[in-house]
């Protein structure tokens, strides 16, 4: 079972703006896409989990770890 797909950046939409034209191009969200991509995660301990024949595929670690570091910067907390 693989994991969950994101949607593309370039993928249009019924607007004629693609979702990455939202965001401008000095946002540190740009630094945080780029620097997780460039990681090995994998070798960092990050392996991918095993989940069960049935159930809800899991997301994948990149995009927990780049909400994750975004929420950080931005001291924002959830439980």
Partial sequence: MAYIEKASR????????????YVSENNPVRVIDAFV?????EEMGFTKASPAETGH???DHRDLLKLY?????NKIRSS
Wanted: charged fraction near 30%; aromatic fraction near 12%; hydrophobic fraction near 30%.
């Fill in 57 to 59: 595929p899991p997301y």
């Fill in 37 to 41: 991509d460039s990681l090995d995660l």
């Fill in 69 to 73: 570091i975004y929420g950080y910067l």
């Fill in 10 to 21: 370039e993928q249009g939409t019924m607007l004629p703006d693609r979702i990455k034209d």
